[in-house]
């Protein structure tokens, strides 16, 4: 998601900061890119009028305009107008601030990923904050969504209540609230029906719940592909029956963007998670300034460094890092490191977080960065013997063939693979030297 806007943002400012001094002709002429870039990420239009107003209003003044970088001024107006429009500073959490039993819940269409976002806020309030999660679904219309809500709640390890048939939502978020009551739950997350399109008997129905069960949260759940339409569905959820926060799913997705930056200012609700998978891990707190960040190419690294923290293993980070220094990194390493990667999640999701992402991805192309290839190339190291692995050196044309044969790939696959490994180890070694030089000219003086 953002790449294409984040793209044509990052080409507008490189031009503005390669030029010296600024007039207001020059930054209207950004502005007016920056414009189309918004609208074609699918913004709403009354949002990118009161952002390009609200970003003119404070660059054209003289001050900005005589400053010694007035480039970077202009970036950084762009990036606090493009914080608010997205929520303003800091990531606004779930409210958890009741009397136990908590109820959460949880509204939207369906097929927005409402029930799977349930489990995954189950899952992240019972391993993060110790919570005992009860999940209830009282989605009536769809006979399988009470079952999809109950093995969701498996993989989960939290509760779930259990199926009575004939009841009705009231009936069953009132067994809920009671089964949470009696059996101590602190938080019971009401997961209700969806319908295709918005419609008075849905909103009837989620009003009525919410009446009876008074929760301190009522999520709404938006599928970001969806784009304007979110938007919209967001309004018209919000209009009748209010919620307090948004969860946008599919920001893993290839959409465009727009709905995520019009979402505040149409609503009024903050959108406070997002979804990036289908995995019950893939929920993250939505920080504005890190989404601007990312859009404007600068980059989320706080986010990259929390999410390293979170999955890189650290006694075996250590331990690779200590071969690479002694320089005996070898296959077998490589294969280490790779795994350690790939648990970070897809490596184009790795790099949006860096700064000028966008730029590097339309250099590279988004066919390199895939699972795909890390998994070939784990594949690859693991179809050969352990000699091999720590000798790549003998591995001449025979044994190439027989390698990329069992990992089901080609001989250009495992060359690639080994001139990948070559290279690394070329330039660790040039790092040790390098290195052990600064230390002996440290030593000498
Ligand atoms: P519901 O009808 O709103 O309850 O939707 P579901 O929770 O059943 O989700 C519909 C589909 O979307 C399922 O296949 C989910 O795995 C998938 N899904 C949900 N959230 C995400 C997400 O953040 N990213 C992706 N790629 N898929 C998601």
Request: glycine share 10%; hydrophobic share 45%.
């Amino acid at each position: 998601m953002f790449e294409a806007l984040s793209g044509k943002l990052t080409g507008v400012f490189e031009r503005l900061r390669r030029r010296g001094a600024l007039n207001e002709t020059d930054v209207m002429e950004a502005l007016r890119e920056v414009r189309l870039a918004l609208l074609d990420a699918d913004v709403a239009l009354p949002v990118v009028k009161d952002f390009i107003a609200k970003v003119r209003e404070r660059a054209v003044g003289q001050e900005v305009l005589d400053s010694v970088s007035p480039g970077q001024q202009v970036v950084k107006i762009v990036n606090d107008v493009m914080v608010e429009a997205l929520g303003g500073a800091g990531a606004v959490g779930l409210n958890l601030n009741a009397p136990a039993p908590i109820p959460i819940l949880m509204v939207g269409l369906q097929g927005s990923g409402k029930t799977t976002t349930s489990g995954k806020i189950a899952l992240r309030l019972s391993q993060r904050l110790r919570r005992k999660v009860l999940l209830a679904s009282l989605d009536t219309q769809r006979p399988a969504a009470q079952l999809q809500l109950q093995q969701l709640a498996e993989r989960a390890g939290v509760g779930s209540l259990p199926i009575v048939a004939g009841q009705t939502p009231l009936q069953i978020a009132a067994r809920a609230m009671e089964t949470a009551r009696r059996e101590v739950y602190d938080v019971v997350i009401l997961d209700t029906a969806g319908r295709l399109s918005i419609d008075a008997a849905l909103m009837e129905e989620v009003k009525q719940i919410r009446f009876a069960t008074n929760p301190a949260e009522t999520l709404l759940v938006v599928d970001a592909m969806t784009g304007q339409d979110a938007v919209n569905t967001a309004k018209a959820f919000n209009d009748a029956v209010g919620v307090t926060g948004i969860v946008m799913t599919r920001m893993d997705g290839d959409a465009r963007g727009g709905a995520a930056l019009s979402m505040r200012a149409v609503t009024g609700a903050p959108i406070k998670l997002t979804g990036s998978g289908e995995k019950l891990d893939a929920l993250e707190d939505f920080h504005p300034e890190r989404v601007a960040g990312r859009i404007l190419g600068m980059g989320d690294v706080v986010g990259l460094v929390e999410r390293a923290a979170e999955t890189i293993d650290q006694a075996e980070a250590e331990k690779l890092a200590r071969k690479m220094a002694k320089g005996t990194f070898d296959l077998e390493d490589f294969a280490a490191q790779l795994k350690q990667i790939t648990k970070m999640g897809s490596l184009s999701s790795i790099l949006g977080m860096l700064p000028g992402a966008a730029k590097l991805q339309q250099q590279i192309g988004d066919a390199n960065l895939d699972q795909k290839m890390l998994r070939r190339q784990a594949a690859i190291i693991s179809s050969m013997t352990a000699k091999e692995r720590r000798t790549p050196d003998i591995i001449k044309a025979s044994r190439k063939k027989r390698i990329a044969a069992g990992s089901g790939t080609t001989v250009q696959d495992v060359n690639r693979l080994l001139k990948q490994f070559d290279d690394m180890s070329g330039m660790m070694k040039r790092m040790n030297k390098l290195g052990q030089k600064g230390l002996m000219r440290h030593g000498l003086s």
